[in-house]
Antibody, heavy 118, light 113 residues
């Protein structure tokens, strides 16, 4: 059974960089796409971007200028960096998996709340 | 971006009764060459991540009870819970994966009447 677990600071100061890691266990990171999705408190879901195990990426145009998603296949994990954060970036951040044949999110992490505040 | 809308925003249904949620996309999500609708439904309970229920608009994910069904094509879709159970109280989201960025509907909250 594939499991995903997000980790990273729960509090980030405005204008700084939010950094999160998702560790994948119970399966290989290879041959799948790995996404970050966020959900502001009490609100809906926003896809941030994905990284393929090969390292190729696709980002949401609304966030593209501020994000980098990378993968480390040797550690079976992938990461998110979101720069120049503001209070509007406060959200639960989820990592999730999809495949080329089923480009929908079939496995999700439990999510981690990141609050942007001084 | 493809904009997803859902109706109603919330609904309350008696136990054992039918719940129906509608989802509309701003453009067709039907990939004609494969005749597949790139539309999924998720269920999210409080404090939990979304759980995949339905994909290709009408295919149930493994392990999902058969009281959940999806229908529709093109731009208009429906999620039906045929006989609502207490454990079905949740927010339900539709999502298109026809084009990037994948986008979600705003959600429909389902409660027990």
């Amino acid at each position: 059974q594939v499991q995903l677990q997000e980790s990273g600071p729960g509090l980030v100061k405005p204008s700084e960089t939010l950094s999160l890691t998702c560790i994948v266990s119970g399966g290989s990171i290879s041959s799948f796409y790995w996404s970050w999705i966020r959900q502001p408190p009490g609100k809906g879901l926003e896809w941030i971007g994905f990284v393929y195990y090969s390292g190729s990426t696709d980002y949401n145009p609304s966030l593209k200028s501020r994000i980098t998603i990378s993968v480390d296949t040797s550690k079976n994990q992938f990461s998110l960096e979101l720069r120049s954060v503001t209070a509007a970036d406060t959200a639960v951040y989820y990592c999730a998996r999809h495949s080329a044949s089923r480009p929908l999110f079939d496995y999700w992490g439990q999510g981690t709340l990141v609050t942007v505040s001084s | 971006d493809i904009v997803m809308t859902q109706s109603p925003d919330s609904l309350a249904v008696s136990l054992g009764e039918r719940a129906t949620i509608n989802c509309k996309s701003s453009q067709s999500v039907l990939y004609s060459s494969g005749n597949q609708n790139y539309l999924a439904w998720y269920q999210q309970k409080p404090g939990q991540p979304p759980k995949l229920l339905i994909y290709w608009a009408s295919t149930r994910e493994s392990g999902v009870p058969d009281r959940f069904s999806g229908s529709g094509s093109g731009t208009d879709f429906t999620l039906t819970v045929s006989s609502l159970q207490a454990e079905d109280v949740a927010v339900y989201y539709c999502q298109q994966y026809y084009s990037s960025p994948p986008t979600f509907g705003p959600g429909t909250k389902v409660d027990i009447k």
